[in-house]
């Protein structure tokens, strides 16, 4: 019998703290959020499939079904890696084992991490556990609706265009995209080599510091990994004094965030003044004019070449056929859904003969603008802030037709994926009774610096991350 704990609430620092005072035993915790699980994702679809039987001395994590699990299914929400069971783990799964976490299962994403809502999972959406009648955000809305209603204390995600912080901003968590290279990607399943990295969602920005510290570092197996310069430090702060928090001026002239998300972007913005930060504007022209456009060459490009490896002879199941050609095609007809096809056929597009250099190539010259435009704004400032998502949570369906409306969930989280910077998204207030995100964007291994001011800005604001459906 599974001892009695309020997973809503709990932290996983927290959760850290009753299993290191043996108040609860690893296998209870586990059984806990399993009971949990059992009694609310029915209507939420958080997961894919869950681990019953704990292997680790600490407290559950969820991980992202794109990341690789020794013996455990991994599909990356999509039908042509169904049954697809690795015989090895992702280095982020081998390191949250070495630290003793247990699994406490896979959870649900958009295609190959392909989306903005969670809609593009073959296996069905996931459902905002604030209303289950509006979108997660995506693509990593199962991590993200699995720690707001106390599925699990924390969870990995990926992100390489805003599928870790944008969810987080829709389901009211904290979520961190860690600067490009400081987490190794040996094991995730590719979508655009040079976007995506895997970081922490959780309910606190400490929970969020301490999942890094265990992700984080040069691998082996990761030729683009790095060491961290310096160690991660668990914040612990109560005033921004002395902080310098840059403040795009093209978000006030940005049509598409809604006045309620506008609203409480400037209420966090008026806090950390109070707090002792010092405001000023810094101008990203090229970011917020050509960072979608970019993002959208240079992604789609490296995906259709990541998924030709999806063919029918090495992974997942086959479709028959008379000739190999007609078994590729057929299989990869029936395997990939209608995003990742729109996505390798744009990208195929954009890597032709005669198209590299007007699309590709191009693409490639804003993205080296857009870094540029980065550091300078970063030579001045420690900090840049803009909110998360322009919109909050909407309904299930209600951009699934119209991929450009889906593709502009990611404006404001784009610029800074394109660049390498690590962002890190809190829950700053509320619209019409739906989270809003604010997003803080640092320099280059600059994840302490945001840790510091996100935990001040987080204890200021006071944000029940509890649904209030669920309270």
């Known amino acids: 019998m599974a001892a009695v704990v309020d997973t809503l609430r709990l932290t996983a620092e927290d959760a850290l703290g009753l299993v290191k ?112 009648t509006l ?143 010092e405001l000023g504007e810094c101008d990203l022209p090229t970011s917020y004019r050509y960072g979608m456009p970019c993002y959208y060459l240079i992604a789609p490009a490296e995906a259709s070449s990541n998924l030709a490896r999806y063919d029918g002879a090495r992974f997942g199941p086959r479709s028959e056929a008379a000739t190999y050609r007609e078994m590729v095609e057929r299989t990869r007809d029936e395997g990939f859904g209608p995003e990742p096809k729109r996505r390798i056929m744009l990208g195929t597009y954009a890597l032709s003969a005669g198209y590299f250099d007007a699309f590709y190539g191009q693409a490639q010259k804003v993205r080296t603008l857009l870094i540029q435009e980065h550091r300078e704004a970063l030579s001045r400032f420690d900090v840049i802030a803009t909110p998360t998502s322009p919109t909050v949570a909407f309904p299930l369906g209600d951009k699934a037709a119209d991929p450009l409306a889906m593709y502009a969930c990611d404006l404001l989280t784009i610029p800074s994926c394109l660049a390498g910077l690590p962002g890190l998204s809190i829950p700053c207030g509320l619209s019409d009774g739906l989270p809003v995100g604010l997003q803080l964007l640092g320099a280059q291994f600059g994840e302490n610096t945001l840790f510091r001011a996100g935990q001040v800005l987080e204890q200021a604001i006071g944000f029940d991350t509890v649904p209030e459906r669920l309270r």
């Open 135 to 277: 979108v997660p955000g995506g693509s990593g809305g199962g991590t993200s609706a699995a720690v707001s209603a106390g599925l699990a204390p924390w969870g990995l995600g990926s992100d390489t265009g805003g599928s870790i912080k944008q969810p987080s901003a829709l389901c009211g968590n904290v979520g961190l995209r860690p600067t490009y290279g400081t987490v190794s990607r040996y094991g995730v399943v590719a979508f655009a080599s040079s976007l995506d990295q895997v970081g922490p969602v959780a309910k606190t920005v400490r929970d969020v510091a301490l999942l890094y510290s265990i992700i984080a570092g040069r691998d082996p197996l990761d030729s683009t990994t790095v060491e961290l310069p310096e160690p991660v430090e668990l914040p612990a702060g109560e005033r921004l004094d002395g902080l310098r928090i840059g403040v795009p001026k093209q978000i006030e002239s940005l049509a598409a965030i809604e006045m309620g998300v506008r609203s409480a972007f400037e209420h966090a913005l008026e806090l950390a003044r109070d707090l002792g930060a």
């Open 21 to 132: 005072r043996r108040e609860i035993s690893p296998a209870e915790l586990h059984a806990a959020y399993l009971d949990a699980i059992g009694e609310r994702d029915g209507e939420l679809h958080a997961y894919l499939r869950t681990c019953e039987q704990p292997s680790g001395e600490s407290i559950p994590i969820a991980l992202k079904d794109v990341i690789s699990t020794k013996g455990v299914e991994t599909t990356a929400g999509s039908k042509i890696l169904s049954g697809y069971v690795p015989v090895f783990d992702a280095t982020v799964a081998a390191r949250c084992k070495a630290a003793g976490l247990t699994l406490l299962g896979k959870t649900n994403t958009d295609e190959f991490a392909m989306g903005s809502s969670t809609e593009n999972s073959a296996w069905g959406p996931s459902r905002n556990p604030w209303d289950p």
